[in-house]
């Protein structure tokens, strides 16, 4: 560290789950495809994901770094403080689920990056809450109230909050830990866009104080077709019957679906899920993966059948109206297609609520349907696809805060 012509080395550690580790994978690449040296820490079976978009990257080859995979991600943190003390690099971009990485980036001296899956709304909505707790001043669960000091009137009922806002559990002191080596951290990194969510962003930026860098989105960064399609694995579904049946349907007819590799549904909320697609009569692609949520007796977590989806593929497939992908699909192929969206925050659901099938069904339909509001969804997504474009390319947002991130590292180590 020191010199301006030393390279930098960046050393990324992602989250092992698709999700998370493919948009760090991609902003590594953009590391690198701006002269900076970058090793990424994973498993042998993560890596092979990536590793042929990485190759045609046609980057100087590092030597390959083998960790074995433990039952627990946890019990890696011991072989990757040693191997970031003997690399030690300029920097550490890590998952924020990794919140040791901050103690080994202050010993080594050096700046850690945490990276966030999630949009700056979503930050700043937990952080007003956290600190002013407007949920406590209420007396029932359906009172609203107002999320104070945001840039818009976000109003809430104590019953939407997830259990980690309202009460001690062990997943909420695993929260507040993330959140701790957030604000110890050098910063974070996020995949969005400044256009997308302006107000939000410069609510973290200057009133709330913990700095950011927006680069996304990232998956735009791959621009060969074979890169878009190995994006994360190989696809579990035959890419031409795919193809097939998605070409025998009318443009912006077919529904997308898919929660994400760590969500699990109960088998009552599968039930609400698939009729509300059989009752809405739209062509859909339903990627299902390991959906089923598992008993709390069961310590295995491997391939899960329901009888729900079962019953409910035959049927689809008989009628023409939908695929049921299990497994892996190359999600790309939509990506930066601009086109409408419905979003599910599964994650901040109570364990027990149940949505029923009649408000995924009017939900679906108005994204769907060609009526007046589904029109202007469609209309200022591809706005939005534009501006997510431009932002990427030369002279973007995301593109200088790329540029301005890397001279902040340089001139770090030489402070």
Known sequence: MGSRDEQLHVIFLPYMTPGHMMP????????????????????????????????????????????????????????????????????????????????????LGIPRLAFSGSGF????????????????????????????????????????????????TEFSE????????ERKSFGMLMNSFYELEPAYVDCWRKEIGTRAWLLGPV???????????????KAS??????????????????????????????????????SALEDSGCFFIWVVGKVLKTTKDDEKDGPQESIVLEGFEERMEKSGKGLIVR??????LKIGAAVGNEIWKVWAMQETELISRDKIRKAVNVVMNEGHEGEEMRKKTRQLGELANKAVEEGGSSYNDLKALIEEIRSYGRS
Not at 137 to 161: A, G, M, Y
Not at 220 to 231: I, M, S, V, Y
Not at 327 to 332: L, N
Request: proline share 7%.
């Open 327 to 332: 497994g892996w699909a190359p999600q790309v």
């Open 174 to 181: 695993l929260f507040e830990k993330l959140k701790e080596a």
């Open 24 to 107: 760090l994978v991609d902003m590594a690449r953009l590391f690198a495809a701006h002269g900076v040296k970058v090793t990424i820490i994973t498993t042998p079976m993560n890596a092979a994901r990536f590793k042929s978009a990485v190759d045609r990257d046609s980057l100087h080859p590092t030597p390959e770094l083998t960790i074995k995979l433990f039952h627990a991600i946890g019990l890696l943190q011991p072989k990757i403080e040693h191997l970031l003390r003997e690399r030690r690099p300029d920097c550490i971009a890590s998952d924020v689920l990794f919140p040791w990485t901050v103690d080994i980036a202050a010993e």
């Open 237 to 274: 579904v035959n890419e031409h019957s795919c193809l097939s049946w998605l070409n025998s349907k009318k443009p912006n007819s077919v529904l997308y679906i898919c929660f994400g590799s760590l969500t699990r549904f109960s088998e009552a909320q599968l039930t609400e899920i698939a």
């Open 219 to 233: 998956s735009l960064f791959n621009r060969d077709p074979d890169d878009k399609a190995e994006r994360g694995d």
């Open 121 to 168: 709304f979503n930050h700043c909505l937990s952080h007003r809450i956290g600190c002013y707790e407007p949920h406590k001043n209420i007396e029932s669960e359906t009172e609203t109230f107002v999320v104070p000091c945001l840039p818009d009137p976000i109003k809430l009922t104590r019953s939407q909050l997830p259990d980690i806002v309202k009460t001690r």
